[in-house]
């Protein structure tokens, strides 16, 4: 009975929610949460576990993460921040072979904690590529669910390009749900 509600589970849902990773703090939240959820899926994606639920566990994993022609396991994110040296630490960390480099995108120049200039100005140098990025996700998905956007209320580029980000998102995928976490700095 219990495979047989997890096969019937697993036939009905194959919904993959994209998340994008917007300045330090979302950049520092994403990171910590994806690599928690690779080192789960290394665990049961372990080759006798895979197949012997194949279903339920493909179904799992396909909602966050993307199968790579090589077989990897790649998050369905995008990392975008103004500043560079943010990305940079994704880029040449640790844990760099886990996100696709494509996904990371920076411009040259900070907003300086300023939300016109990570919305008006700024924003707008990395908002096309952005937003491409995510096109590109969406196409990838069988069927997108929902957008997280993780980002603080402080800085520019946090407060700022994640508005603008969110509104191009809002008006361009206007069925799928989209959620904000959002953290408020403290001094």
């Not at 040296?85 to 900070?110: C, M, W």
Request: contains cysteine.
């Amino acid at each position: 009975p219990i495979n047989e509600l997890n096969s019937k589970w697993a036939e009905n849902v194959f919904r993959s929610t994209l998340v994008n990773l917007v300045a330090r703090w979302g950049r520092h939240y994403g990171s910590c949460i994806y690599l928690n959820m690779a080192s789960e899926t290394t665990v049961l994606f372990s080759p006798a576990i895979k197949e012997a639920n194949r279903k339920v566990y493909e179904s799992a994993y396909d909602t966050i993460f993307f199968e790579s022609e090589g077989g990897q396991l790649v998050p369905r994110t995008i990392f975008a921040d103004l500043e560079p040296s943010v990305t940079d630490e994704i880029r040449t960390g640790p844990y760099r072979s886990l996100f696709n480099p494509s996904q990371i995108i920076n411009a040259k120049e900070d907003a300086s904690n300023c939300y016109a200039r990570g919305y008006y100005t700024m924003g707008r140098a990395i908002l096309e590529e952005s937003i491409e990025n995510v096109r590109k996700q969406v196409e990838a998905c069988d069927c997108v669910q929902s957008f997280f956007v993780f980002h603080s209320f402080g800085g520019g580029t946090g407060s700022g390009f994640s508005s603008l980000l969110l509104d191009h998102i809002a008006s361009e995928f206007t069925s799928k749900s989209r959620l904000a976490c959002a953290v408020y700095p403290s001094p």
